[in-house]
């Protein structure tokens, strides 16, 4: 699975206006809903919020991976924002993240859900790709660092 097969181009914010980690899940959500046919912004908000009640998904580094499995999707989809200010999302190493990658899948999707996050993860693993992804000045420049990575993989 290639990631740049399932992220939304249209749901890229490389600006979060947000600053708050409820606020960041709630644009975030809108803005995947806004450009996914069939999304409910306030069913995804309410699933990323569940996800988050049981454990952050700040994985530290800057990035957080917020996601979440929700009924009546067809299939996988991804979207991918950036704070330049950074925002406290409880993350592990209690740093500010500035890093989103937002994961939604079906609710029965088994081995796929699990094989994305980890695919996701090991992206976020590379300095170089987080550097990329903080320095990009455009949608562009984000999906050419992700097909970058995807090709290694």
Not at 67 to 79: D, T, W, Y
Not at 111 to 123: P, T, V, Y
Request: hydrophobic fraction near 45%.
């Amino acid at each position: 699975m290639k990631i740049m097969d399932i992220l939304v181009r249209d749901a890229v914010v490389l600006d979060l206006a947000s600053e708050s980690k409820s606020e960041i899940l709630g644009e975030m959500a809108r803005a995947l809903a806004g450009a996914e046919s069939g999304l409910d912004p306030d069913s995804l908000l309410r699933v990323l919020e569940e996800r988050e009640a049981l454990q952050s998904t700040g994985i530290g580094e800057g990035v957080a991976i917020p996601h979440g499995k929700l009924p009546g999707l067809g299939r996988l989809v991804a979207s991918f924002a950036r704070s330049r200010g950074g925002v406290d999302f409880d993350s592990i190493d209690g740093q500010p993240t500035h890093l989103f990658f937002l994961l939604v899948v079906p609710e029965h999707s088994g081995g796929q859900h699990l094989k994305a996050l980890a695919r996701i993860s090991r992206f976020f693993r590379d300095a170089a790709f987080r550097a990329r992804l903080n320095d990009a000045e455009s949608v562009e420049d984000v999906c050419r660092a992700i097909e970058e990575e995807d090709a290694k993989f």
